[in-house]
C-alpha cells in the first residue's frame, strides 16, 4: 500500500475527473466541491508522502519499478528524492488554492475547467514521479493540453493569440527533446543490447563530448523554453495576462519549475561534461534575465505582466543557481523554485482577488486602495516583501544562496546578480505604491469590499509557508541536500571538474601551469569518437 | 546569564505579534501599554545583561547564544544566534532606552491619530530588528536586523500614506537602502569565499591569517561593507533619502532616522574592526567620505526653513562625524558619538515634535518666533541638546566630538586636512543649531492667530521623556572623558577588548598625552570651543539680534542660498543620469527588444510559415482535370526516368 503511495498520489486527481464526468454540467456547486475535495484529498496524500519521506536516506524513495512496454524497454518507473517531494507538495497546495481562487470567477463551462485542472494536476505530479524518459514526456505532453485549454477557454480578450503562442514554443521544444531521448534510448540499445527509457540506466551510459553537447541543447532547449529563459520568454507576458487567475497560478507556480527540474534532473546528471561547458553561455543568459526582467517588469502597466517579467527575473536566479555547480548555489536554487512558486503564486492570487472586483488590472486604474481594503493591503505587501527576498520570508533564503553561490563561481556573475536584488524592490514597491497608496482617485474604487473569508482561507496558508520557509527552512534543507549532493556527484564524472568530498564543491581540474583551463578548451581533443549513427 | 539574551529581542517581537494581530480590536490604551510594555521589559533585561557581564572578568566578556540553525547549506551554517560582548551591550541600552522613551512619547504625540494601532505595530517591530541587528553573531543574521529596521523605516515614512510625498520617500528610502544592501551583501560573499563562515568570532579571529593586512581583498570587503553603511548611515552619495524621511511621524525621526537605524552602519564598522584595520586604503576612503558627508551636509542645514529638515541635514552631518572617527580607526571615539548623539538628537527631534504639535502640525521655522515663553519645558530641553550638539565644554557632546577631531588629527590615520573638516563642521554645527533656537524660540511671534490660539506646552508623556533626554544629553559624555584630563576613559576602557584596533597605539598615546601632546590637545580643543562660540555669535546676530541682517545677506548671495536651499541640486542630478535612464531604457527594453524585436522575430517566421502555406495550398485547387494532369505528367516522368535514365 505504502509502495504504491506515488501512483495513488499521481492518478488520484484522475479519479477525480471520472468522478466529475458522472456530473450533470449544470450542477455547478457539486462540482466545484467535488474538485475541491479531490484536489484536497491528493493535497492530504502528498503530506502523508512528505511526512514518510526519509530525509537522511540518499537516493530515490517511494520507488515503484514494473516493466510495461518490455520490447522497447518502457517501464513504469516512479520514485522521488527531496528535490522532487517539495515540488509535489507546492503543487498539491497551489492547486487546492487554485480552486478556491476559482469559486465565484468561473461561471461558464465549469465542468471542463474543473476537469482541466484535475488533469494538470496529475501531469504535474507526473513529472515530478517519472524516472522513466517515457513517462516523462508523456505526463510532460499531458500538462500541455489542459493548460492551453485554461488558457485558451477561459482566458481574457487575446486568449487565443497567447494560448496558441504557448503551445507552439512549448511544443517546439518539446518535439527536439523528443528526438534526443530517441537517440539515448538507441544509443543505450547499441551499447547494452537492450532498450532502455530509464533515468537511472541512460544517467549510468558513457556518452562522447559531442553527443552530450547536441543532446543537452536539444533538452535545454525545451527546458529553458519552460523556464523560460532570456531571450525565450515572450510567451509567457502573454499567457499570464490572458489567463484566468487559476490558471496563471499553477503556471507560475509550477509549470515553469518544469524546465528547471528538468535540468537538475535529466541534463545535469546525464551530460555533465557538456553541462560544464554550456555553463558560462547558461549563467550569462541568466544574468540577462535577472536584470532585464526586473527592468522590463518596472515599466509595466497591467500588474499581471509586471508580475510575469518578474518570474524571468526570478526564474534567472533559479537558472543561475543551478548552474553554479556548487552546494550553495544549487541548494539555493530548489529552494528558489520552491519560493517563487509560492510568492507568484500568492501574487497571481491577490490580483485575481482585485480582477475580480474591478475587472481590471491597469495599476493606473487602482491608487489608494490600502485605505478601502486594509487587510487586503497587508497580504499583498508581505507577499510583496517575499518576492523582493526580505530576510525571514521565504524569498531570501533561496536568492541569498544562489547569490553567494554565483559570487563563488564568478564574480562577476554574482555583482550583476544582485542588481537585481535593488531592481526588485523597485519595480515592486513601484507597484504597491501606486495601487495601494495615495488618496483614492477613481470613484469605482471607493466602495471595494475587504477579503471576504474565503479569500482570507486562501492567503492564510501562503503567508505561513512565507514565514515558515523564511525562519526556520531547516526542515526543507534536510530533504533537499542529500538529493543536490546526489547531483552534484553525477555532475563530477565530468572529467574537467573535481568533486571535494567534504564541501561538495567543484572545481575546475588544473593543467600544468596552475591555470584553470576553460572548460571547453579541455574537451576539444575528445570530438574525435563522436558517433553518428 | 547567556540564556536570557533572546528576551531582549523577544518583548518588542512579542508587543508586535499582539498589537499587528489584533490590529483595530484593541483599545488604545492596551495598545500603548503592550508596545512600551515590551520595550521597557526589554531594556530591564540589557540593563541585566550589562551588570553580568561587567561581573565578568575583562578578556571573558562575551556571551553567546544559540537558539537554532536558521541557513544550513553545507560549509555555511548560520544560526539564530546572540553575541554580547561589550559593544552589543552599549547598543542594546541605546536601542531599548532611548527606544523605551520615545514609546512613551509617541503615546501623547500619536494620541490623535487613528492609525496608532499600525503605528505601534511597525513600531515594535522596529525595535525587534535593530535589536537582531546589534545582537546577532554574524553578518547574515545581522543582515536580517539590517533589511528589517529598512523596511520598518519604509513603512514608518510612509505611515501617513494618503501623501504622495510620503509615500514617496517611504520608497526612496528602501530604495536607496537597497543599492547599499547589495555592496553589505557582496561583501559579505568575499568573506565566506575567504573565510568559509560569516559568524563574527570565527572571521574576526581568521582574518589576520586569511586576508594580506593591506591587500586587496580585504580592502574590497571593507570598501563593500562600507557602501552598505553609506546606505543605512546616510553617507555620500547614498544620503539622499534621510532628509525626505521627515515625512514620517516626528517620534519616528527621533528613534529611526536619528538615535538608532542610521547609526547601523558605525555599528557594523565597529563591529568588523578586525578588518578595517588590516585595510588602511579603506579606512582613507571611510574617512573622507566621513569628513566630507559632514561638511557637506553642514551646509546644507544652515538654509533650510523646514525644523525637521534643519535636524536631518544635522544628523547626516553627525553620523559623517562617527564615520571620519572610524576612518581614522578610533572605533571607540565613534561608537562614543553615536551614543550622546542618540541622546541629543533624540531629544532634538522630540522637542520639534513637541514644537510642531504645539504648532498644529506647522514645521517651518519661519512661522514661529518667539515660542519660548508657550514651551518653557520644550525650550530648556532643546537648548540644552543644542548645547550638547554643539559642543559647549562640560556637554555630552563635547566629549565625544572632540574625541573625533582629537584623533582625526592624532591617529596614525588621521590627517590635518581631515581635522580642519571637522572643525569647520563644528563651527557649521554650532550655527545652524543656534539659528533654529532664535528662529523658533526667540523674536516676533509670526504664526498666524489661530495657531497662536492653539499653542500649548506638550502633555506630560511627551515632556517626561524630553527631561530624562535632556539629563543624559548633559552628563552622558562623563563615561568618556578623554585621558587628557588626567581621568580613565571608562568607555574607551570598556570597549577595548571588541574593538580592534591600535591598542598598543592608545597605550603609547596615553604615555605621549603627558607630554607634549597634551599642549596640542588642549590647543586644538581651545580653537573649537573658541570657534564654537564665535558661530554661537553669528547666528545670535543674524537671527536674534539683526533679522534683516540674514536676509540682506542672503539676498546679496543670492545664488549661493539658491544652491544650498535646493540642497546642491543633488536629487535633480541623480533623477537626470540615474533614474531615468533606467527608466527609458526599460520602456526600451519592453517595446523593442521584446515587443518589436524578439516577438517580432517569433510572429515574423510564424507570417512566413503561413505565407508560405498560402501559396502551397494553391496546389490544391479542387479542380479534377488539373489534378489529372500532374498525375500524367508524373507518370511520364517516372516512366522516362526508368527507361532512359
Known amino acids: ?533 | 546569564m547567556a540564556e536570557y539574551i533572546y528576551l531582549v529581542p523577544l518583548f518588542p517581537l512579542i508587543g508586535f505579534l499582539i498589537n499587528g494581530l489584533l490590529l483595530g480590536r484593541l483599545p488604545r490604551a492596551a495598545v500603548n501599554f503592550i508596545a512600551c510594555a515590551s520595550v521597557g521589559l526589554s531594556f530591564i533585561v540589557a540593563v541585566m545583561l550589562f551588570f553580568d557581564l561587567r561581573a565578568l572578568p575583562e578578556g571573558q566578556r562575551v556571551l553567546e547564544q544559540v537558539l537554532f540553525t536558521w541557513i544550513p547549506s553545507g560549509a555555511l551554517q548560520v544560526n539564530i544566534g546572540f553575541l554580547l560582548d561589550p559593544l552589543s551591550a552599549v547598543m542594546i541600552l541605546v536601542v531599548t532606552g532611548v527606544g523605551f522613551l520615545i514609546h512613551i512619547y509617541s503615546t501623547g504625540y500619536m494620541s490623535h491619530d487613528p492609525g496608532f494601532g499600525r503605528y505601534f505595530t511597525y513600531l515594535n517591530l522596529f525595535t525587534f530588528s535593530m535589536l537582531v541587528l546589534v545582537l546577532a553573531d554574524s553578518f547574515p543574521f545581522m543582515f536580517v536586523g539590517w533589511e528589517g529596521v529598512g523596511l520598518c523605516s519604509y513603512l514608518l515614512i510612509g505611515f501617513w500614506f494618503e501623501k504622495k510625498s510620503a509615500s514617496d520617500a517611504g520608497k526612496k528610502a528602501f530604495i536607496v537602502n537597497r543599492i547599499g544592501d547589495a555592496g553589505f551583501l557582496l561583501g559579505m560573499f568575499i568573506i565566506f569565499w575567504q573565510v568559509g563562515s560569516l559568524q563574527f568570532t570565527e572571521v574576526m579571529a581568521a582574518a589576520p591569517a586569511v586576508f594580506a593586512a593591506g591587500g586587496a581583498l580585504v580592502t574590497t570587503v571593507c570598501i563593500l561593507l562600507f557602501v552598505g553603511a553609506t546606505g543605512k548611515s546616510a553617507q555620500i552619495p547614498l544620503y539622499v533619502w534621510l532628509p525626505d524621511a521627515m515625512e514620517g511621524p516626528t517620534p519616528v525621526s527621533a528613534l529611526i532616522h536619528a538615535a538608532t537605524m542610521v547609526t547601523a552602519g558605525v555599528y557594523m564598522l565597529a563591529r568588523s574592526s578586525v578588518l578595517y584595520t588590516m585595510a588602511p586604503d579603506a579606512l582613507a576612503v571611510v574617512a573622507i567620505i566621513g569628513a566630507a558627508t559632514a561638511l557637506f551636509a553642514a551646509t546644507i542645514g544652515t538654509a533650510q526653513n523646514d525644523i525637521k529638515r534643519v535636524l536631518a541635514y544635522s544628523t547626516v552631518s553627525q553620523l559623517g562625524y562617527m564615520f571620519l572617527a572610524c576612518g581614522v580607526a578610533a572605533f571607540t571615539a565613534g561608537i562614543f558619538h553615536l551614543m550622546t548623539h542618540a541622546f541629543f538628537k533624540a531629544l532634538l527631534f522630540l522637542a520639534a515634535g513637541s514644537v510642531i504639535h504645539g504648532m498644529s502640525d506647522i514645521q517651518d521655522m519661519r512661522q514661529m518666533g518667539g515660542l519660548k515663553k508657550y514651551m518653557p519645558i520644550t525650550f530648556i530641553t532643546m537648548l540644552l541638546a543644542t548645547l550638547a550638539i554643539a559642543g559647549i565644554p562640560g556637554f555630552s557632546g563635547f566629549f565625544s566630538k572632540d574625541e573625533i577631531l582629537w584623533k582625526s588629527f592624532s591617529s596614525s590615520h588621521g590627517h590635518i586636512l581631515l581635522w580642519i573638516i571637522g572643525f569647520i563642521t563644528a563651527g557649521l554645527t554650532a550655527f545652524y543649531m543656534f539659528r533654529l533656537i532664535y528662529m523658533t524660540f526667540y523674536g516676533k511671534e509670526r504664526m498666524s492667530d489661530e495657531v497662536k490660539h492653539h499653542l500649548h506646552e506638550s502633555p506630560r508623556s511627551m515632556t517626561l521623556p524630553l527631561v530624562v533626554l535632556a539629563v543624559l544629553s548633559v552628563i552622558g559624555g562623563w563615561v568618556g572623558i578623554p585621558h587628557v584630563f588626567g581621568v580613565t576613559n571608562h568607555f574607551e576602557h570598556w570597549l577595548a577588548p571588541v574593538i580592534a584596533g591600535p591598542h598598543q597605539e592608545a597605550a603609547s598615546h596615553a604615555l605621549a598625552a603627558a607630554g607634549s601632546s597634551a599642549a596640542t590637545e588642549f590647543l586644538l580643543m581651545g580653537l573649537t570651543v573658541v570657534l564654537v562660540l564665535f558661530s554661537i555669535f553669528g547666528a545670535y546676530m543674524l537671527y536674534k539680534k539683526r533679522p534683516e541682517l540674514s536676509t540682506s545677506l542672503a539676498q546679496k548671495f543670492s545664488g549661493l542660498q539658491a544652491l544650498l536651499v535646493n540642497k546642491y541640486y543633488v536629487d535633480e542630478i541623480y533623477g537626470a543620469l540615474v533614474v531615468r535612464p533606467i527608466v527609458t531604457g526599460s520602456v526600451f527594453l519592453w517595446k523593442i527588444v521584446d515587443v518589436l524585436f524578439i516577438d517580432g522575430l517569433i510572429n515574423g517566421f510564424a507570417a512566413i510559415y503561413a505565407d508560405i502555406s498560402q501559396v502551397a495550398r494553391r496546389v490544391q485547387t479542387g479542380r479534377i482535370r488539373s489534378y489529372a494532369t500532374v498525375f500524367v505528367l508524373g507518370v511520364v516522368a517516372m516512366v522516362g526516368y526508368f527507361l532512359y535514365w
Open chain 1, 1 to 533: 500500500m505504502i509502495g504504491d503511495i506515488l501512483t495513488y498520489l499521481t492518478f488520484f486527481p484522475v479519479l477525480g475527473v471520472v468522478l466529475l464526468l458522472l456530473v450533470p454540467k449544470e450542477r455547478h456547486d457539486s462540482i466545484k466541491s467535488l474538485s475541491l475535495i479531490i484536489a484536497f484529498v491528493t493535497m492530504l496524500i502528498s503530506f502523508l508522502v512528505y511526512a514518510l519521506f526519509d530525509p537522511l536516506a540518499s537516493g530515490m524513495q517511494f520507488e515503484v519499478n514494473v516493466p510495461w512496454v518490455n520490447s522497447v524497454g518502457i517501464s513504469y518507473h516512479l520514485g522521488i528524492d527531496g528535490i522532487s517531494l517539495l515540488l509535489i507538495v507546492l503543487t498539491t497546495i497551489l492547486t487546492v488554492l487554485a480552486i478556491l481562487s476559482s469559486w465565484n470567477s468561473i461561471k461558464t463551462g465549469v465542468k471542463g475547467f474543473y476537469i482541466s485542472i484535475l488533469l494538470l494536476t496529475t501531469g504535474m505530479i507526473g513529472v515530478f514521479v517519472s524516472l522513466d524518459l517515457f513517462l516523462f514526456y508523456v505526463f510532460w505532453e499531458v500538462m500541455l493540453i489542459p493548460m492551453y485549454f485554461l488558457i485558451g477557454v477561459w482566458g481574457g480578450p487575446r486568449r487565443v493569440y497567447a494560448a496558441i503562442k504557448f503551445v507552439l514554443f512549448t511544443m517546439f521544444g518539446s518535439l527536439l527533446m523528443l528526438v534526443a531521448v530517441l537517440y539515448l534510448v538507441f544509443k543505450y540499445h547499441s551499447m547494452a543490447g537492450v532498450y532502455s527509457f530509464d533515468i537511472q540506466a541512460l544517467v549510468s551510459m558513457p556518452l562522447s563530448f559531442s553527443e552530450q553537447a547536441y543532446l543537452f541543447a536539444a533538452f535545454a532547449l525545451a527546458f529553458a523554453i519552460k523556464v523560460p529563459l532570456w531571450p525565450l520568454h515572450t510567451w509567457l507576458p502573454d499567457a499570464h495576462v490572458e489567463a484566468p487567475t487559476a490558471g496563471s497560478v499553477i503556471l507560475a507556480g509550477v509549470l515553469l519549475k518544469m524546465g528547471t527540474y528538468g535540468f537538475i534532473r535529466i541534463c545535469l546528471p546525464m551530460f555533465p561534461e557538456a553541462t560544464v561547458a554550456f555553463l558560462p553561455y547558461i549563467c550569462v543568459l541568466s544574468v540577462i534575465a535577472i536584470v532585464y526582467g526586473a527592468l522590463v517588469a518596472m515599466v509595466q502597466k497591467d500588474v499581471k505582466s509586471l508580475v510575469a517579467f518578474s518570474s524571468v527575473s526570478h526564474m534567472g536566479f533559479v537558472m543561475l543557481g543551478l548552474f553554479t555547480l556548487n552546494l550553495q548555489g544549487l541548494e539555493g536554487s530548489v529552494m528558489q523554485m520552491i519560493n517563487h512558486g509560492i510568492s507568484t503564486g500568492a501574487l497571481f492570487l491577490l490580483v485575481g482577488m482585485i480582477y475580480d472586483r474591478r475587472h481590471t488590472r491597469l495599476i493606473s486604474e487602482f491608487g489608494g486602495i490600502a485605505k478601502v481594503m486594509p487587510a487586503f493591503a497587508t497580504y499583498f505587501m508581505i507577499v510583496t516583501l517575499s518576492s523582493i527576498g526580505l530576510p525571514f520570508t521565504n524569498g531570501f533564503v533561496g536568492e541569498f544562496l544562489i547569490l553567494l553561490g554565483a559570487f563563488q563561481l564568478n564574480t562577476w556573475y554574482g555583482v550583476f546578480a544582485v542588481t537585481g536584488v535593488i531592481f526588485s524592490a523597485c519595480y515592486m514597491l513601484w507597484m504597491y505604491q501606486r495601487v495601494m497608496y495615495g488618496k483614492v482617485t477613481n470613484p469605482e474604487n471607493e466602495k471595494l469590499t475587504d477579503m471576504s473569508a474565503r479569500e482570507r482561507i486562501i492567503m492564510i496558508p501562503l503567508v505561513f509557508l512565507i514565514f515558515w520557509i523564511g525562519v526556520y527552512p531547516k526542515p526543507l534543507f534536510d530533504r533537499i541536500e542529500p538529493a543536490v549532493k546526489n547531483v552534484l556527484e553525477q555532475v563530477s564524472r565530468a572529467k574537467s571538474v573535481q568533486l571535494d568530498p567534504v564541501t561538495y564543491e567543484l572545481t575546475r581540474v588544473k593543467d600544468e601551469k596552475g591555470t584553470v583551463t576553460d572548460a571547453t578548451v579541455t574537451f576539444a581533443p575528445e570530438q574525435e569518437e563522436a558517433t553518428h549513427e
